[in-house]
């Protein structure tokens, strides 16, 4: 069933606009394209292939909604201490670019609205798609929720059918509000999130109202609390530390780089005391300072992780809970790309995106001969374009919008996907449609925006929007 797909999985991206910035780099895909939009990332360091999936994904995506729109996507690659440089490097440079509509930014992982403020000005998107939700999401990232569980419902109805939401309410990504809403709206039983490396699992349902006030309520601070230091404070107190060491090491002393590891290790297990206390060792829990906890990364009042397992048992992976004693029909991923590979058994009916190429190909081709549902992310995430373009100045009617062409959208792919297998609506794990149906949802969704790509383009790009 995967033929039509070998040469396309096979082959390395191309034909894309790579330049390069004194603060990493942006890749626009489509090259004669006039306007280009898509994400940019903050962190130490960013693949550029993960970038130029992203950039294909929003191409396909812009393509199926009709706009002649090429995906774009950026990397801003800077250690923690030079952040601010090279944001305010980047603002520069990208001005440019910007002011004259050929590339319009979105936040991604590592930034917020505020870092991209300066950007804003000219910017020709529908000024509502900032409006404020609750005070926990912008409006075109609500839509992205709604687009989402519109899609997977249009596939497989969601009524009565228990859901998970993995990266939920992640600190860079906040469509899961919306597909909160969304679920309520259409009658699933969500029976899990997860935050970071931690869950929050109850099998009779979680109270999503109550968890809709958690996320809004901004006393709440949005970092999980963690069972072991991030990869960001470890660098960061690695920094720190050896430069301190490269002060203190003198002629004849053990090299920096031993003395250097000594010290950070010193200084993590210090972290870990504070954070976890000293029970092991039979000592009395020592407190850490609130501005301790803060330079630690540990929330100073209670969490949002703290406050929903009030809502249902607090439990590690997500994954290995759904892989073992979680009955779930469907899952939303909203963490980063590729989150999920073939290693990772998931016993599941369908599966939707909140965040760009969630799950790697060979995870896509698992999960169809297991007769999953795999919405296209590309699909899936189509509710920020409407609300960015939308002609109205209504929130309601641009949330509504989201809903109803998402579903007109995904209708028009499975009549594509049914004439190439000869079959009807596609089915579940337990129903009784061919695993052929899946693998074909996907190609008929490339061919649809392939065929609007066509009709401004001279080609198409090489290479279909898959990790």
Same mark, same amino acid.
């Given at each position: 069933?995967?033929?039509?797909?070998?040469?396309?999985?096979?082959?390395?991206?191309?034909?894309?606009?790579?330049?390069?910035?004194?603060?990493?780099?942006?890749?626009?895909?489509?090259?004669?394209?006039?306007?280009?939009?898509?994400?940019?990332?903050?962190?130490?360091?960013?693949?550029?292939?993960?970038?130029?999936?992203?950039?294909?994904?929003?191409?396909?995506?812009?393509?199926?909604?009709?706009?002649?729109?090429?995906?774009?996507?950026?990397?801003?690659?800077?250690?923690?201490?030079?952040?601010?440089?090279?944001?305010?490097?980047?603002?520069?440079?990208?001005?440019?670019?910007?002011?004259?509509?050929?590339?319009?930014?979105?936040?991604?992982?590592?930034?917020?609205?505020?870092?991209?403020?300066?950007?804003?000005?000219?910017?020709?998107?529908?000024?509502?798609?900032?409006?404020?939700?609750?005070?926990?999401?912008?409006?075109?990232?609500?839509?992205?929720?709604?687009?989402?569980?519109?899609?997977?419902?249009?596939?497989?109805?969601?009524?009565?059918?228990?859901?998970?939401?993995?990266?939920?309410?992640?600190?860079?990504?906040?469509?899961?509000?919306?597909?909160?809403?969304?679920?309520?709206?259409?009658?699933?039983?969500?029976?899990?999130?997860?935050?970071?490396?931690?869950?929050?699992?109850?099998?009779?349902?979680?109270?999503?109202?109550?968890?809709?006030?958690?996320?809004?309520?901004?006393?709440?601070?949005?970092?999980?609390?963690?069972?072991?230091?991030?990869?960001?404070?470890?660098?960061?107190?690695?920094?720190?530390?050896?430069?301190?060491?490269?002060?203190?090491?003198?002629?004849?002393?053990? /090299?920096?780089?031993? =003395?250097?590891? #000594? *010290?950070?290790? &010193? $200084?993590?297990?210090?972290?870990?005391? +504070?954070?976890? @206390?000293?029970?092991?060792?039979?000592?009395?829990?020592?407190?850490?300072?609130?501005?301790?906890?803060?330079?630690?990364?540990?929330?100073?009042?209670?969490?949002?992780?703290?406050?929903?397992?009030?809502?249902?048992?607090?439990?590690?992976?997500?994954?290995?809970?759904?892989?073992?004693?979680?009955?779930?029909?469907?899952?939303?991923?909203?963490?980063?790309?590729?989150?999920?590979?073939?290693?990772?058994?998931?016993?599941?009916?369908?599966?939707?995106?909140?965040?760009?190429?969630?799950?790697?190909?060979?995870?896509?081709?698992?999960?169809?001969?297991?007769?999953?549902?795999?919405?296209?992310?590309?699909?899936?995430?189509?509710?920020?374009?409407?609300?960015?373009?939308?002609?109205?100045?209504?929130?309601?009617?641009?949330? /509504?919008?989201?809903? =109803?062409?998402? #579903? *007109?959208?995904? &209708? $028009?792919?499975?009549?594509?996907?049914? +004439?190439?297998? @000869?079959?009807?609506?596609?089915?579940?794990?337990?129903?009784?449609?061919?695993?052929?149906?899946?693998?074909?949802?996907?190609?008929?969704?490339?061919?649809?925006?392939?065929?609007?790509?066509?009709?401004?383009?001279?080609?198409?790009?090489?290479?279909?929007?898959?990790?």
């Amino acid at each position: 069933m995967w033929e039509n797909l070998t040469p396309l999985v096979a082959a390395t991206l191309n034909k894309v606009n790579y330049q390069k910035l004194s603060s990493g780099f942006l890749i626009t895909d489509l090259k004669n394209a006039q306007v280009s939009s898509g994400i940019v990332r903050l962190a130490p360091k960013i693949l550029k292939s993960g970038v130029e999936q992203m950039a294909r994904s929003a191409t396909y995506m812009f393509a199926l909604h009709q706009k002649q729109i090429a995906g774009a996507s950026c990397a801003i690659t800077a250690e923690p201490q030079n952040e601010k440089v090279a944001l305010t490097s980047f603002v520069n440079e990208i001005s440019p670019k910007v002011a004259s509509g050929n590339f319009l930014p979105d936040v991604g992982k590592g930034l917020t609205e505020d870092n991209l403020a300066p950007l804003r000005a000219g910017d020709p998107r529908n000024e509502i798609r900032l409006t404020d939700i609750d005070g926990a999401c912008l409006l075109y990232e609500y839509c992205t929720g709604i687009s989402s569980v519109a899609a997977i419902d249009e596939l497989f109805p969601l009524e009565g059918k228990a859901v998970v939401i993995e990266g939920f309410n992640n600190k860079f990504n906040n469509a899961a509000y919306g597909a909160l809403a969304a679920l309520e709206n259409v009658g699933a039983k969500l029976v899990g999130v997860s935050i970071g490396k931690n869950s929050v699992i109850n099998e009779s349902g979680l109270d999503i109202s109550a968890l809709k006030e958690i996320v809004s309520d901004k006393t709440l601070q949005e970092e999980a609390l963690s069972k072991e230091v991030s990869k960001e404070e470890v660098s960061k107190e690695k920094v720190s530390k050896e430069e301190m060491q490269k002060e203190k090491v003198s002629k004849g002393a053990a /090299s920096e780089e031993k =003395v250097a590891k #000594r *010290a950070f290790l &010193k $200084e993590l297990k210090e972290i870990s005391l +504070k954070r976890f @206390g000293e029970k092991r060792a039979g000592k009395k829990d020592e407190e850490a300072s609130p501005d301790q906890l803060e330079k630690m990364g540990q929330p100073k009042k209670a969490g949002q992780l703290e406050k929903m397992g009030q809502l249902g048992k607090t439990d590690g992976n997500i994954f290995s809970a759904l892989s073992n004693e979680l009955s779930v029909d469907a899952l939303f991923l909203g963490s980063k790309i590729g989150v999920v590979d073939h290693t990772i058994n998931l016993p599941i009916s369908a599966l939707g995106s909140l965040h760009p190429i969630p799950f790697t190909t060979k995870a896509m081709m698992e999960l169809s001969r297991n007769g999953t549902i795999v919405a296209p992310d590309f699909l899936c995430l189509g509710g920020q374009v409407i609300a960015d373009w939308h002609e109205s100045n209504n929130v309601e009617e641009i949330i /509504s919008a989201a809903d =109803v062409e998402t #579903r *007109a959208i995904t &209708k $028009e792919m499975q009549k594509g996907a049914s +004439k190439k297998t @000869g079959s009807g609506k596609n089915g579940s794990k337990n129903g009784n449609s061919k695993n052929s149906d899946v693998a074909q949802l996907f190609l008929a969704g490339c061919e649809m925006a392939e065929e609007f790509i066509m009709s401004w383009q001279d080609e198409l790009p090489f290479g279909r929007p898959l990790a």
